[in-house]
């Protein structure tokens, strides 16, 4: 079978879960990208995060042992800035709700980067660990006046080494609430970012990997492309379980090492050695082999019957081990993976 890097021309890849998480390296990562780079496929990192220039996170990236060049990078900071140039007549003010690296994202297209609402006709909002009630005061003014609000992306959390922090997403949720209005997103979940992504680099087998559901999976989903989940980030085995269908992927992994696995390995489906059987609302487990081919099947069977709440019931030793490891319970109780009380154990989020 041919390993699924070879199906691909390009892989756009996310970063934040997916390649590192802070400082480091996702383990297994930098060898899957080298050695997808040495069979001639190229990785674009298309990342939400619009902190940082293309060349920043290029040398982060380098720094970690990742091939990256500026130019392989694609953030939500230069599509919120396209986005922005397509409304609005050159020299437009623009109140920046963000990092330097957006500002310049935004004078680099003719239009005027700005601190104050006064004279602004458009907000644009991107992740900056430095942003406050001033700046999202001055963002509100603007808003209520009539702006036009681009959001970089709306990730309500940031994967790091000291766990989830609040995304941009978080900070946009406040201005929401502030302002009753909701803004354009540039970003995963919207296709535009990874569709300029595939088109700066001539992609015509484009595969999307990413760590979470509701941005890479289903950006990769409103774009049309094949998309692969790596349990790393964000997204666990019960999310996945209770994934709604705008946000199921075509294949799951535990990490990137997988893409020299096949495809038919990895795909969503029936699985040999597992068996998951509907009884009644809920799902059996009966088997024994891989785990992540477990789910595999347990997601493949409750997605055929359409989408809420479930349970799982392990039968046999085997099945109890593979759901513990899954998160999905395992105790020989029944595991609530989906359920409408969030706290619930395993409940998906």
């Given at each position: 079978m041919t390993p699924l890097r070879d199906q691909h021309d390009v892989l756009l890849a996310d970063?934040?879960?997916?390649?590192?998480?802070?400082?480091?390296a996702v383990p297994g990562a930098v060898e899957a990208v080298r050695g997808a780079a040495e069979h001639g496929v190229r990785t674009a990192y298309v990342t939400n995060n619009a902190s940082r220039r293309p060349a920043?996170?290029?040398?982060?990236?380098?720094?970690?042992?990742?091939?990256?060049?500026?130019?392989?990078?694609?953030?939500?900071?230069?599509?919120?800035?396209?986005?922005?140039?397509?409304?609005?007549?050159?020299?437009?003010?623009?109140?920046?709700?963000?990092?330097d690296a957006l500002a310049e994202e935004v004078a680099g297209v003719g239009l005027v980067p700005v601190q104050e609402a006064a004279g602004a006709v458009a907000v644009v909002q991107g992740h900056n660990p430095q942003t406050g009630w001033a700046q999202l005061a001055e963002a509100a003014i603007a808003l209520r006046a009539g702006a036009v609000w681009v959001a970089c992306n709306v990730d309500a959390t940031l994967p790091t080494e000291r766990g989830l922090l609040p995304g941009n997403g978080s900070m946009v949720a406040a201005l929401r609430t502030?302002?009753?209005l909701s803004p354009q997103v540039a970003g995963k979940p919207a296709p535009t970012l990874?569709?300029?992504?595939?088109?700066?680099?001539?992609?015509?087998?484009?595969?999307?990997?990413?760590?979470?559901?509701?941005?890479?999976?289903?950006?990769?989903?409103?774009?049309?492309?094949?998309t692969l989940l790596v349990l790393t980030?964000?997204?666990?085995?019960?999310d996945l379980l209770?994934?709604?269908a705008a946000q199921r992927p075509d294949l799951v992994a535990a990490d990137m090492s997988a893409l020299v696995d096949a495809s038919e390995v990895l795909r969503i489906g029936p699985q040999d050695g597992w068996s998951a059987d509907r009884n009644g609302a809920g799902l059996v487990l009966s088997g024994a082999g891989e785990p992540l081919a477990a789910l595999r099947a347990l997601c493949a069977a409750h997605w055929a019957a359409g989408e809420g709440p479930t349970?799982?019931?392990?039968?046999?030793?085997?099945?109890?081990?593979?759901?513990?490891?899954?998160?999905?319970?395992?105790?020989?109780?029944?595991s609530a993976t989906v359920a409408d009380d969030a706290t619930a154990p395993g409940a998906a989020r």
């Open positions: 970063l934040d879960g997916t390649l590192y998480a802070g400082r480091a920043e996170v290029a040398a982060h990236l380098a720094e970690l042992g990742f091939p990256a060049e500026p130019a392989d990078v694609a953030t939500s900071s230069q599509a919120a800035a396209a986005m922005l140039a397509e409304q609005l007549p050159a020299g437009s003010s623009v109140l920046v709700v963000g990092t502030a302002t009753g990874l569709r300029d992504a595939a088109r700066r680099t001539g992609a015509e087998a484009p595969l999307v990997i990413g760590d979470r559901l509701d941005t890479d999976i289903e950006g990769g989903r409103a774009a049309g492309m094949p980030g964000v997204s666990t085995a019960a209770a994934a709604p349970t799982v019931r392990p039968d046999g030793d085997d099945a109890a081990a593979a759901l513990r490891e899954l998160g999905l319970g395992g105790d020989g109780a029944t």
